[in-house]
């Protein structure tokens, strides 16, 4: 009872009114005006003492209660709670089922109730903690639950398991969940990218938990951030926050929301076959909205709601492109000026200036960019046809080739030490390319076999692919890798030879 009313309970009942007077000029319970009585008339005190006494002295004096010693049958049921609490980690164990072992070893113990109660403040006594209030747009936190789901395999008929990613807002606790293949750097982003495409906007921070795709190096004060997910934060505008090693209240959060996702999604999914990950994503997604729209337990509003009054206003905008994850490589710039980007056997240009240079390539699925001492040098759309050349004209250098050992007319000299026939060759390959510069790297590898197969094999190889129309390193490497430098095309092919089961040109006339 607030302390001005006990006061003015006292007064009235020394100035002897009935306890259903005070009850109605007061307003409280005639229940609770007998219950602070007979405490004032077993205390002995007068109000005179009473009226003196500051706020916290009267609370202590009528409302402090000694804690009466627990009796057997509690303490046998307190000792049973340390148990209790690890096992109701186990997915799908509740408090009820803790209490329908209890009471199967206890026929004489308590009731669910008194169960619950006695459960709740030995733990909040046992492990107090402080409650965390969420500032609105503030925090997204993110993680993959223990559970997997399954799909079919229609080709082979097996069940493949996949990954369920969750991330929920912190003030609103709107969520959302994904099923994914896997999770590796780029499923993990993709994730958290779709998260925030579903949320509209972007938080100010995510809290991820230690996974290597988001941490590298844990650490309880200073947690090294994947460069990759560091990069994909910084783009949305985001600080990573990543939760402390083995402690799960840091996201309890997003820990309730997976054990929630276990009720309200998966228990839903159980009886369902799905043969991709797409169409296990769109009856996800249904059973997700429900449980948006759901209102939380004991209260009038929803968690959509509650994002749709006061959260989705405070995310930040985002950017009209999606995030492109970036790879990177050291290469060194060919004296071709260009280089090679391995993983697709494809080369680009960059300023003739930089020949013979250490460079660093950052590339994603649609573009490149060449890096040079943290200044971009270069940047093409990425290509991924092996073997060829992405070239712009403002990087050579055709009108300085003494910045340079190679160039055509030096290429076209070694090849006349060789033979006539080479250098005409070469410089037939020379001309193919837009640039003389692309055909660099074919000429070196054409002039080198002459180490490997002698002089003469190499005139015939050229004079055969010549005779190819074929102007490239490959195909004279295989005329000598085949000994087909021997052997002319044959201008004139013999006539097909009559059979009855060989239909002549007539017939499809």
Known sequence: MNMS?????????????????????????????????????????????????????????????????????????????????????????????????????????????????????????????????????DKMFVDYAGDKLRIVDMATGELKTVEVFVAILGASQFTYVQAIESQNMEDFILCCENALRFFGGAPSAIVPDNLKAAVTKPSRYEPQVNENFAAFADYYGMSVLPARVYKPKDKSLVEGAVKITYNRIYTKLQDQLFTSVGELNTAILEHLDQHNCRNFQGRSYSRTEQFNEMEKLALQPLPEIRYEMSKQAIVTVMKNGHVCLHCDKHYYSVPYANIGHKVKILYSKSKIEVFYKYAVIAIHIRVKSPHSYTTDPLHMASNYHELTDWNPAKFIKDAEQIHPDVAMYIEKVLLCKPHPEQAYKSCQGIMSLAKRYGHQRLILACNRANDCGQYHFKIVETILLRNLEQNKPDDNPGSMPSHENIRGKEYYQ
């Open 5 to 137: 009313k006990l006061r003015q309970v006292i007064k009235l009942y020394c100035q002897h009114m009935g306890t259903r007077k005070i009850s109605e000029s007061i307003g409280v319970s005639r229940n609770t005006v007998k219950k602070y009585i007979r405490k004032f008339q077993y205390l002995g005190s007068t109000w005179a003492e009473l009226s003196l006494m500051a706020d916290k002295e009267l609370n202590d004096l009528f409302n402090e209660e000694p804690v009466p010693a627990p009796s057997e049958k509690l303490e046998k049921l307190i000792a049973q709670f340390p148990v209790a609490e690890k096992r109701l980690k186990q997915p799908g164990m509740t408090l009820f089922k803790l209490w329908e072992d209890y009471i199967l070893k206890h026929p004489d113990g308590f009731q669910t109730t008194a169960f619950y109660r006695h459960f709740k403040l030995w733990k909040s006594r046992s492990h107090p903690s402080m409650h965390m209030v969420h500032k609105a747009g």
